[in-house]
């Protein structure tokens, strides 16, 4: 079927696979130094690896890039990474993305001229988070090693000289937040055991440097503390979702109280799957923050004693923050503008420093509307295309988002305009188990993973249906990582698609209970059941073992060094779909883990998903939209 046909799914489209993968550029880990220059990490999609930018406040609009070809700032820690760098002095320190060591760089030099030297030479280690200390000219950071099929996480001082490293404690199963008291040799951090996951139960510590000595400020029940931070005098805060959502308050170190600083029924992070990000500020001033909402984000502030929100025209989604001498710069998202880093003044003024494009025209851009479900929440997207007039029904394609426990935000996505472009309309769901929605709705999925989203994607498709003009019989559903789960236990119960994607998506999760990373090793337990004594709620919501029952065509997308997923589980799947024929089409990448980062990839991935779809679509029920010539 030639794509000039006209007909929905089949729209011709200015907007590639190539432009898609190229506008994916990402901005991450704010850092401002002594003179006011601006640093971040950028991710490249050209070159498939993330740099460290820098914008001087002499030459605001020259951005350079700093990391030299052959090294990319990024750190595996808890396989998800975080913050993977820092500022001191007149240097630099980054984990480095292949060997995952400190990496020490001079300022002040071009890339080719400031070669990174290595800090740390233990080969079994991975870093992340790392933190200068003025007071000892120390790096601290959290260190996870392999070794013998163990997997030790620790806090450590590593020695910038010789990368010697001295362990300061080592008690938890896992470590975050790591945050330096300005006035006193304390270490904050946030810490947690198995079977917890950093969005269930955490504990704030504090650790006194010069005496051995660690107390456990707060956090010893059903609480989910997260991102400490010191003020400039010393005092403790940290966000904590003990009355049902994330928010800030301070603590006291020595008696072990806490009080609100500002509460609302919003959470103000999003889950910490990453270590180190900074969503709230604290200033001489007062604080600012980012309050999460369905149709969008808000950033609130406090100067001496006044609480108030700064209007955003452009951009409805924030995700971190530093400040810059008396500027605030934010990562930040619109409806119609791609990432953004942007700075605001002291008068509220908003500054593009880089990104922020608008790719598309406005009859292009297809804008989410939020629309709330019996149960779920979502952003639907209507098929948007200045060359073509809408008529009758058209094609969905619902979007799941992995984790389960993170989100989707109604911000633009290439990936969905790719979709819109073409005749398709998309349901992005943030079905129950998402992040942004408080502790309860982010608990939903305690020992159901499999069967409420499944509900939620039901409900939501039986009243798009209703609502949209969609049609019933051309409806597609996709997923990545734990969203292919999803996807394909969709297609196992309910009747309603026509054909799904899977991109590394879960196939045995009893398997992937005894072979995945420690990060999640025990997120399953708490998602499914006790994977030993309850193993018939595992082959419940197998999609490898109920593979028989799909019905519609799946086409796989994974990668062969993937260790969260590992690529037997799809090859498995794959075989158990084809030997019951049904339609299988599954394509493997030899060079890529959990989730895909090499353009050639990204770009496959797009083109095969629309034409596997595009052979689904029933011709002689879609009713064709008007050419406008």
């Given at each position: 079927m030639s794509a000039d046909t006209g007909l929905p799914g089949f729209w011709s489209s200015e907007l590639s696979a190539e432009q898609v993968v190229s506008g994916s550029r990402d901005f991450s880990q704010l850092q401002s130094g002594s003179d006011g220059s601006l640093y971040w990490v950028e991710f490249k999609p050209a070159e498939g690896r993330s740099v460290i930018c820098c914008e001087s406040p002499e030459t605001p609009g020259s951005i350079i890039g700093i990391t030299p070809p052959g090294f990319s700032v990024e750190s595996r820690v808890h396989e998800y990474g975080g913050r993977s760098w820092e500022l001191a002095e007149q240097q630099l320190f980054f984990v480095n993305a292949e060997d995952q060591q400190i990496y020490s760089q001079s300022l002040g030099c071009s890339p080719d001229q400031a070669t990174p030297l290595p800090v740390t030479r233990t080969v079994n280690s991975r870093f992340i988070e790392p933190l200068w200390c003025r007071r000892t000219q120390q790096l601290l950071a959290i260190e996870?090693?392999?070794?013998?099929?163990?997997?030790?996480?620790?806090?450590?001082?590593?020695?910038?000289?010789?990368?010697?490293?001295?362990?300061?404690?080592?008690d938890f199963d896992f470590y975050a937040g790591l945050a330096l008291n300005p006035l006193a040799q304390q270490l904050a951090f946030v810490a947690w055991n198995h079977?917890?996951?950093?969005?269930?139960?955490?504990?704030?510590?504090?650790?006194?440097?010069?005496?051995?000595?660690?107390?456990?400020?707060?956090?010893?029940?059903?609480?989910?503390?997260?991102q400490p931070q010191f003020d400039d005098k010393g005092c403790l805060f940290a966000m904590s979702d003990l009355s049902g959502w994330w928010n800030l308050y301070q603590f006291d170190c020595e008696t072990e109280q806490r009080h609100p600083v500002f509460?609302?029924?919003?959470?103000?992070?999003?889950?910490?799957?990453?270590?180190?990000?900074q969503q709230y500020l604290l200033g001489p001033a007062g604080w600012a923050l980012i309050k999460f909402q369905h149709s969008g984000s808000e950033l609130w502030f406090s100067e001496q004693g006044s609480t108030g929100k700064v209007i955003l025209e452009e951009f409805n989604h924030l995700r971190v923050m530093c400040q810059r001498q008396d500027q605030l710069c934010l990562v930040a998202a619109g409806e119609d503008r791609l990432l953004a880093i942007i700075e605001i003044d002291q008068y509220r003024n908003v500054r593009v420093v880089t990104g922020g494009e608008k790719p598309l025209n406005s009859d292009d851009c297809a804008r989410p509307v939020p629309l709330r479900f019996s149960h779920s929440y979502g952003y639907f997207y209507q098929p948007a295309n200045a060359g073509y007039v809408l008529k009758g029904r058209y094609p969905l394609v619902i979007f799941l988002h992995g984790g389960p426990t993170a989100a989707t935000y109604p911000v633009l996505n290439l990936a969905v305009q790719y979709w819109t472009q073409r005749g398709f309309a998309v349901l992005d769901l943030n079905y129950r188990g998402s992040s942004n929605y408080g502790r309860d709705y982010r608990f939903a999925?305690?020992?159901?993973?499999?069967?409420?989203?499944?509900?939620?994607?039901?409900?939501?498709?039986?009243?798009?249906?209703?609502?949209?003009?969609?049609?019933?019989?051309?409806?597609?559903?996709?997923?990545?990582?734990?969203?292919?789960?999803?996807?394909?236990?969709?297609?196992?119960?309910?009747?309603?698609?026509?054909?799904?994607?899977?991109?590394?998506?879960?196939?045995?999760?009893?398997?992937?209970n005894s072979c995945t990373h420690k990060f999640e090793s025990h997120y399953l337990s708490w998602l499914i059941a006790d994977a030993e004594t309850e193993t018939e709620r595992y082959q419940a919501v197998s999609p490898l073992i109920r593979a028989g029952r799909i019905t519609a065509p799946v086409i796989f997308f994974q990668g062969e060094q993937d260790v969260v997923v590992l690529p037997d589980q799809t090859r498995s799947m794959v075989t158990a779909m084809q030997s019951n024929g049904v339609a299988a089409e599954a394509h493997y990448y030899a060079d890529e883990g959990h989730g895909f980062r090499q353009p050639a990839t990204r770009l496959e991935v797009l083109q095969r998903e629309l034409a596997f779809y595009q052979q689904y679509i029933d011709l002689q029920a879609a009713i064709g939209p008007k050419v406008v010539e």
């Amino acid at each position: 079927m030639s794509a000039d046909t006209g007909l929905p799914g089949f729209w011709s489209s200015e907007l590639s696979a190539e432009q898609v993968v190229s506008g994916s550029r990402d901005f991450s880990q704010l850092q401002s130094g002594s003179d006011g220059s601006l640093y971040w990490v950028e991710f490249k999609p050209a070159e498939g690896r993330s740099v460290i930018c820098c914008e001087s406040p002499e030459t605001p609009g020259s951005i350079i890039g700093i990391t030299p070809p052959g090294f990319s700032v990024e750190s595996r820690v808890h396989e998800y990474g975080g913050r993977s760098w820092e500022l001191a002095e007149q240097q630099l320190f980054f984990v480095n993305a292949e060997d995952q060591q400190i990496y020490s760089q001079s300022l002040g030099c071009s890339p080719d001229q400031a070669t990174p030297l290595p800090v740390t030479r233990t080969v079994n280690s991975r870093f992340i988070e790392p933190l200068w200390c003025r007071r000892t000219q120390q790096l601290l950071a959290i260190e996870e090693r392999h070794c013998n099929g163990e997997v030790l996480n620790r806090v450590v001082a590593v020695n910038p000289q010789n990368g010697q490293l001295q362990i300061l404690h080592d008690d938890f199963d896992f470590y975050a937040g790591l945050a330096l008291n300005p006035l006193a040799q304390q270490l904050a951090f946030v810490a947690w055991n198995h079977p917890h996951q950093p969005w269930t139960v955490t504990s704030l510590c504090v650790l006194e440097l010069n005496q051995d000595l660690c107390r456990v400020v707060a956090g010893t029940g059903a609480e989910a503390i997260a991102q400490p931070q010191f003020d400039d005098k010393g005092c403790l805060f940290a966000m904590s979702d003990l009355s049902g959502w994330w928010n800030l308050y301070q603590f006291d170190c020595e008696t072990e109280q806490r009080h609100p600083v500002f509460t609302a029924n919003k959470d103000m992070i999003t889950s910490p799957w990453q270590s180190g990000l900074q969503q709230y500020l604290l200033g001489p001033a007062g604080w600012a923050l980012i309050k999460f909402q369905h149709s969008g984000s808000e950033l609130w502030f406090s100067e001496q004693g006044s609480t108030g929100k700064v209007i955003l025209e452009e951009f409805n989604h924030l995700r971190v923050m530093c400040q810059r001498q008396d500027q605030l710069c934010l990562v930040a998202a619109g409806e119609d503008r791609l990432l953004a880093i942007i700075e605001i003044d002291q008068y509220r003024n908003v500054r593009v420093v880089t990104g922020g494009e608008k790719p598309l025209n406005s009859d292009d851009c297809a804008r989410p509307v939020p629309l709330r479900f019996s149960h779920s929440y979502g952003y639907f997207y209507q098929p948007a295309n200045a060359g073509y007039v809408l008529k009758g029904r058209y094609p969905l394609v619902i979007f799941l988002h992995g984790g389960p426990t993170a989100a989707t935000y109604p911000v633009l996505n290439l990936a969905v305009q790719y979709w819109t472009q073409r005749g398709f309309a998309v349901l992005d769901l943030n079905y129950r188990g998402s992040s942004n929605y408080g502790r309860d709705y982010r608990f939903a999925l305690h020992r159901s993973w499999g069967r409420t989203e499944v509900d939620d994607i039901a409900d939501a498709v039986r009243q798009l249906t209703l609502q949209k003009p969609v049609h019933r019989d051309q409806v597609f559903i996709r997923g990545s990582s734990s969203g292919g789960f999803s996807a394909l236990n969709a297609l196992i119960e309910l009747d309603c698609f026509r054909a799904g994607a899977s991109l590394y998506g879960v196939t045995d999760p009893l398997q992937l209970n005894s072979c995945t990373h420690k990060f999640e090793s025990h997120y399953l337990s708490w998602l499914i059941a006790d994977a030993e004594t309850e193993t018939e709620r595992y082959q419940a919501v197998s999609p490898l073992i109920r593979a028989g029952r799909i019905t519609a065509p799946v086409i796989f997308f994974q990668g062969e060094q993937d260790v969260v997923v590992l690529p037997d589980q799809t090859r498995s799947m794959v075989t158990a779909m084809q030997s019951n024929g049904v339609a299988a089409e599954a394509h493997y990448y030899a060079d890529e883990g959990h989730g895909f980062r090499q353009p050639a990839t990204r770009l496959e991935v797009l083109q095969r998903e629309l034409a596997f779809y595009q052979q689904y679509i029933d011709l002689q029920a879609a009713i064709g939209p008007k050419v406008v010539e």
